[in-house]
């Protein structure tokens, strides 16, 4: 189960690998567009807006879990010293994730709002709350994961040991 689940916190990495790409496609063919023929491609700004915000959204339930966010470990020496480095990171894992409930409940407000008024993006008419449904959905799945890590950590630390 534990396997499946490793598994299946890929799909976002992949999603947000696959709109690097596409946004690394985009702005190369926009500077050879825009250098060479004059016609830059009009919807590369907006694009840009939504491939970048799928791109931070889509893997904070990985960075967030796995520890690859930036951390200042002033005081790792001391939980360390009396083992309580664990309890801890278990503690900080459920505090952060029930914490995501404000920047959740914003974007979802947000998004109602805009779908509620009708916004659009300029050029391509992408209704806007797609995007922030999105950025919700991702906070739901990094509130979940960093909770339930939180919780494992704290009441069975051996079920997050990676096997080689």
């Known amino acids: ?53 799928i791109i931070v959204f889509a893997v904070m339930p990985e960075i967030s879990v796995t520890g ?18 664990g309890i801890r990171d278990g503690i900080l894992h459920i505090v952060c994730g029930v914490m995501l409930l404000w920047p959740l409940q914003r974007v979802w407000v947000l998004a109602e709002r805009w779908r509620d008024y009708g916004d659009i993006t300029e050029y391509l008419s992408i209704p806007q709350y797609l995007v922030g449904w999105f950025i919700a959905l991702c906070l739901v799945l990094t509130m979940a994961t960093m909770i339930i890590t939180g919780v494992l950590q704290l009441f069975a630390p051996q079920v997050l040991v990676e096997e080689d």
């Open 1 to 53: 189960m534990v396997q499946f689940f490793r598994r299946l916190c890929w799909l976002p990495v992949l999603i947000a690998g696959a709109a690097l790409m596409a946004l690394m496609i985009m702005t190369f063919a926009d500077v050879i567009l825009r250098s060479v023929f004059n016609a830059p491609i009009e919807e590369a700004t907006e694009l840009t807006r939504i491939f970048v915000a």
């Open 68 to 85: 690859g966010q930036i951390a200042v470990d002033l005081t790792d020496g001391h939980f360390k010293t009396f083992g309580l480095d």
